[in-house]
């Protein structure tokens, strides 16, 4: 079974910074593109930034310029630095994959657990 494991949450002050890291693991076949999301209490759960298997990234625009997406497909990492942190990052973030499993032909959309962000004023 696939699965995505993030790490690298916590607790920050504003105009501080975090490195979000998500590892998938289990039966890959290959990836495809990988991103984050984040949700807020009461709010629903967002595009942060995406990458292509070539490298291509999107970014919403109220993190454009303050956070970085890269990828390892040797390890089959993501992760996401953030920068110049601001409270209304704080959010509960969230890694995703295209995965197509093992002996597979289909590709599969795979979510981590979350890892929670808080950022204090």
């Known amino acids: 079974q696939v699965q995505l494991v993030e790490s690298g949450g916590g607790l920050v002050q504003a105009g501080g910074s975090l490195t979000l890291s998500c590892a998938a693991s289990?039966?890959?076949?290959?990836?495809?593109?990988m991103g984050w999301y984040r949700q807020a209490p009461g709010k629903q759960r967002k595009l942060v930034a995406t990458?292509?298997?070539?490298?291509?990234?999107v970014f919403a625009d109220s993190v454009k310029g303050r956070f970085t997406i890269s990828r390892d497909d040797a390890k089959n990492t993501v992760s996401l630095q953030t920068n110049s942190l601001k409270p209304e990052d704080t959010a509960v973030y969230y890694c995703?994959?295209?995965?197509?499993?093992?002996?597979?032909?289909?590709?599969?959309?795979?979510w981590g657990q979350g890892t929670q962000v808080t950022v204090s004023s």
């Open positions: 995703n994959a295209a995965i197509r499993p093992r002996a597979r032909s289909l590709v599969l959309d795979y």
């Open positions: 289990g039966s890959i076949g290959s990836i495809n593109n």
């Open positions: 990458i292509t298997r070539g490298g291509n990234t």
